[in-house]
């Protein structure tokens, strides 16, 4: 979805058969409008969600939304008390709609994706 999106598609296809991951994708009229990555680690009790990426012709139409609305309740369902992820420090757009949907900015890293740019850390509770 991004150029700079690093999971390929031979990833996406390990992941669909893993137990420790659930992809999902928004799709309509058989086009791709989103998708979004989520990892489980056993007995751990926070979910990651570690991509989450719209269509340019999709955003600001509420897709980005329903994937994490639907992430939210898997990971709810797998008994997960809290969801994570990271954000590009320059993805304001995305800041906003953790932001809107209850997410808390609880740390920086430096450096975070390949091509150096720096990762905000937001949380969630889920209880």
């Known amino acids: 979805m991004f150029d700079s ?3 390929s598609r031979a990833q996406y296809r ?29 007995n751990a009790r926070v979910a990651r969600l570690y991509s989450l990426a719209t269509a340019p012709e999709a955003r600001g139409r509420g897709v980005g939304a329903a994937l994490l609305g639907a992430a939210e309740r898997i990971a709810r369902g797998r ?3 809290a969801l994570r992820l990271e954000v590009r420090a320059a993805n304001a757009a995305a800041q906003r709609l953790y932001e809107r949907h209850g997410y808390r900015r609880h740390g ?3 450096g975070f994706y390949e091509d150096g740019a720096d990762a905000l850390l937001y949380a969630k509770s889920l209880r």
């Open 79 to 81: 008994r997960c008390h």
């Open 14 to 42: 390990r992941h669909l058969d893993s137990s420790s991951a659930v992809v999902l994708v928004a799709t309509a009229t058989g086009h791709l409008f989103g998708s979004a990555l989520l990892f489980f680690r056993s």
């Open 5 to 7: 999106d690093l999971v």
């Open 108 to 110: 920086h890293r430096q």
